[in-house]
C-alpha cells in the first residue's frame, strides 16, 4: 500500500493557536504523519516558526518580525500563552514521531541558517524543506543534495517544469487545482503531489475523500485527521 502523508498545516491550527508547540502536540495527537510549520529569521539570525511577516495577526506583539531579537520575541504571547517557537523546538518536539516539513518564507539567509540547523540535528531523511521560492529551493539541492524538497505554487502552469528544475521530490499545490491529469503527470515525472488548503478552509469528509482518490500523495489540513 502507498504511503499517505496526513500533514497538519501549521500544527492543528482549526484547533489551537498556528504554528505553537501546542498546536504540534495537538496534530501529533491527531495521528498527522508529517507536521508543516513555516519559517523566518530574527534581527540576531535565529531561525523561529512564524508564517507571517509581521507579529501582528498572530501574536500580541506588533511589528516586522526580522526587527526582534529572539530574547524580545520570546516575551511575546503567540496565543494561550505559548511562545513563538524556535525551530530547534519544534525538532526537538517532532523528530522522533512524524516528518517534518519546514516552509522557507521569503527572508534573507534562511536557507542558510535552515540548514545549518538540519546539519547540526543530522535529521536528512526526516525533513522535507518546501517553498515557494524556486531559488531557495535550488540552492538547498546544491549546498546538500541529501535533503528532500518540496516546490510550493498556486497554479498549474510550469509548476512540473519549476519543481524538476529546482530537482524537488515533490509539489504541493492549492487544493482547488488539483486534477487527475496534473497528478498522473507528476506521477511520470517522478514527483510526489500533496494538496493544501486556505488557513480558513476545513473542507468536508466526501471533498476530502474525492480529491485523495484522485492520486494524491498526502494532503495538508488544518484539521489533520481522516
Ligand atoms: O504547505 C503549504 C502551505 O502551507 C502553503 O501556504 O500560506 O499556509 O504557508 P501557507
Ligand atoms: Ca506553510
Request: net charge positive.
Amino acid at each position: 500500500m502507498r504511503k499517505f502523508f496526513i500533514i497538519g498545516h501549521r500544527g492543528a491550527c482549526y484547533y489551537e493557536p498556528e504554528n505553537t508547540l501546542r498546536s504540534f502536540k495537538k496534530a501529533l495527537q491527531l495521528k498527522a504523519n508529517c507536521i508543516e510549520c513555516d519559517v523566518r529569521l530574527t534581527k540576531d539570525n535565529k531561525v523561529i516558526v512564524i508564517h507571517d511577516k509581521t507579529l501582528d495577526r498572530t501574536t500580541n506583539g506588533t511589528g516586522l518580525v526580522e526587527n526582534f531579537t529572539l530574547k524580545e520575541l520570546k516575551r511575546i504571547d503567540a496565543g494561550k500563552k505559548e511562545k513563538i517557537p524556535t525551530l530547534q523546538g519544534y525538532i526537538n518536539l517532532i523528530k522522533n514521531k512524524a516528518i517534518m516539513c519546514i516552509e522557507l518564507k521569503k527572508c534573507k539567509n534562511i536557507v542558510k541558517e535552515t540548514l545549518k540547523i538540519i546539519n547540526k540535528n543530522k535529521i536528512y531523511d526526516k525533513v522535507i524543506l518546501l517553498s515557494f521560492y524556486v531559488s531557495y529551493l535550488r540552492k538547498i539541492k546544491k549546498l546538500n543534495p541529501k535533503i528532500k524538497t518540496g516546490f510550493l505554487t498556486f497554479r498549474l502552469i510550469l509548476a512540473i517544469k519549476r519543481a524538476k528544475f529546482c530537482k524537488a521530490e515533490l509539489i504541493g499545490i492549492y487544493h482547488k487545482f488539483i486534477s487527475k491529469e496534473f497528478i498522473d503527470n507528476c506521477h511520470k515525472n517522478n514527483l510526489k503531489v500533496f494538496a493544501y488548503v486556505g488557513v480558513k478552509e476545513n473542507p468536508n469528509e466526501n471533498y476530502l475523500k474525492k480529491l485523495i482518490n484522485l492520486g494524491l500523495d498526502g494532503i495538508a489540513l488544518n484539521r489533520p485527521t481522516l
